[in-house]
Each structure stands twice: as C-alpha cells, then as structure tokens.
C-alpha cells in the first residue's frame, strides 16, 4: 500500500505496472543551434485534446536531456518493427562518444532538428513547458505539435521487442544540476 504523503510503494511495483503498457518507442532528436542530438525514448504521450500538445520525457543521464535544455524544437519519431537498429544506435550508444547522426541519414528540420529520414512518421514541436522535479531522473517536455507526418500503417516497436538493448547510460549517471550551468 503506498503512503500518500511520500510516494512510498514495494519495490518494482511501478516497474511491473508499466510492463502492461509496453510502450511503443520513439527516437527524440533536437538541436540548439550548436549541437545535435538524439537518443531512444520511451516515456511519451499526448497529453492534451485543446489544444494539442505531446508529452515526452528524457532522461537526465543522456546528452539529449542537455541539448534540449537549450533547444526550441524537438521531433518524436516512430519506430517500426524494422527499425531494430536504429533503436540500438539511439538508444544503445552515447552522443557523448558517438556521433550517431554521421551513422544514419538525416535532414534538417524545423528550428534546425534533425530528422530521421528512414523514420518518417513523426511530431515536430514547439517546446513550451517543462517539468524538472530535482530528485526525478526524467525531466517531461511539453510540445505544440508544428508537423504532423504519417506516411502509411506500421507495426510499432515496443519495449518488449528491445530487451537484448543495453542503455547508454545508467539512470543513474545523470549530471550533478551544477554541472549544467558550465
């Protein structure tokens, strides 16, 4: 039974719940003018009927996380039953070792994100809130959806079909917030 007052619950209990949803992945990309980056995305949603608005969150751990604090634009994705290998380039290396955009083909897109030409169903938007709670490893970023493609029906790839992936980063290697500010 969880405590009200702290969130407090058995261990693995949220773990086990979301394995019934098995989220359908994306990959986020974004750019701040300087950098680009990108990285496999699991925590995301529509949030919102009128007006519209997407939800996503992004680990603290990834490069992603630190481009977008600094980016307008973000695009969502969709990956496909076949796009097993760019889900292990994104979600599987690090932007802070890999350049993973000189591994696939990409275009520019609105605000200068890069889109993933070989993922064509996909939501570009507009950064307008943001929710970074201090102890949270995730931070959730709300979009005005600018594009909206869907190219034709596919099969989306799941959690579930993705457990031979190890993450780039651990959760727990996301950066001291002191460490943003350099």
């Known amino acids: ?23 359908a992945l994306t990959i986020v990309t974004t750019a701040d003018g ?20 997407y939800a996503l969150w992004l680990s603290k751990a990834n490069r992603t996380y630190r481009v977008a604090m600094f980016a307008e634009h973000l695009a969502v994705h969709l990956l ?14 690090s932007g802070d070792e890999v350049d993973k955009f000189a591994r696939c083909a990409w ?21 307008v ?3 970074d709670e201090q102890d949270c490893d995730h931070v959730c970023i709300v979009l005005v959806p600018d594009v909206v493609e ?3 029906p596919f099969e989306p790839l799941r959690l579930s079909m993705v457990d031979d992936l190890d993450p780039g980063h651990d959760a727990s ?7 943003l500010d350099a």
């Open 129 to 131: 809130s943001l929710l």
């Open 150 to 152: 869907t190219t034709s």
């Open 34 to 53: 300087v950098e680009r980056s990108g990285c496999l995305v699991g925590f995301h949603s529509q949030c919102s009927i009128g007006p519209d608005r």
């Open 107 to 127: 275009t520019t897109g609105p605000g200068g994100v890069p889109l993933l030409d070989d993922l064509p169903n996909r939501l570009v938007g507009r950064r």
């Open 80 to 93: 496909g039953t076949g796009d097993h290998e760019l889900a292990r380039l994104f979600g599987g290396t």
């Open 173 to 179: 290697d996301r950066p001291v917030p002191s460490t």
């Open 1 to 23: 039974m969880a405590d009200d007052r702290t969130g407090e619950h058995e261990e693995g209990a949220l773990d086990a719940f979301g394995a019934h949803t098995d989220a």
